[in-house]
């Protein structure tokens, strides 16, 4: 059974450099990507497993795998669409406009986003979410691929901070690799996923 596939990525390995090297890209996907594709499929098929032996002890360590290589497999599909060898600038339209009330102004978000991504302690990410209880945007710090979440958000804009997603080209200058992304986010992608997730209701309890 499996359900989960790797994505291709949608530009060649070195489409993004200088900005991200294709030894990184090809490295990412081709291993730490796959990785997490395989061990959510691993860890589905061990919950079938353990199910049908009952052998119901193993499922709390199972639903962490899970939920660590799941949230793995989503996150990094995101973040390959939301880079773009085409990509840099800013958003115009809807999104400009959120991220105006909800941030005030595009200057102050980018520097709340790159904060986020650089205060991380260990393995994380920083990203963009609609929150849509609130119906809003917020910034949510990613604790390895699945703690610290706004349960209801939704993603829009994600930024790997896990050291495998820059140290080969800036080693500890962290900060260097978040400030290239800015140069290939795309923001026709990200516009897509917010008009998308505007669409989710919530219903206040
Ligand atoms: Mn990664």
Redesign the pocket.
């Known amino acids: 059974m499996n359900q989960y596939k790797l994505p291709d990525l949608p530009y060649d390995y070195g489409a993004l450099e200088p900005h991200v090297s294709g030894k990184i890209m090809e490295l990412?996907h081709d291993k730490?990507?796959a990785g997490y594709v395989n061990g959510a499929n691993a860890a589905l098929e061990r919950l079938d497993e353990a199910r049908t032996k009952e052998q119901f002890d193993r499922i709390p360590a199972l639903e962490r795998s899970l939920a660590f290589n799941l949230s793995?497999h989503i996150?990094?599909s995101i973040?390959w669409r939301n880079l773009s060898p085409q990509g840099g600038g800013e958003p115009t339209g809807e999104l400009k406009a959120a991220l105006e009330r909800d941030f005030g102004g595009f200057a102050a978000f980018r520097r709340q986003l790159n904060e986020v991504a650089g205060s991380i302690m260990g393995s994380g990410w920083a990203a963009l979410v609609w929150e849509p209880l609130g119906a809003r945007l917020l910034i949510t710090q990613i604790y390895d691929h699945q703690s610290n979440l706004n349960q209801s958000g939704v993603p829009l804009l994600v930024l790997?901070a896990?050291e495998?997603?820059y140290y080969l080209q800036y080693q500890n200058r962290k900060a260097e690799f978040f400030g290239a992304c800015w140069n290939v986010f795309n923001w026709p992608d990200v516009a897509r996923r917010f008009e998308a997730a505007r669409k989710l209701r919530l219903d206040a309890a």
Do not use: M, S, V, Y
Request: hydrophobic share 35%; charged share 10%; proline share 0%.
């Open positions: 990412h730490h990507h793995g996150l990094h973040f790997d896990w495998h997603a």
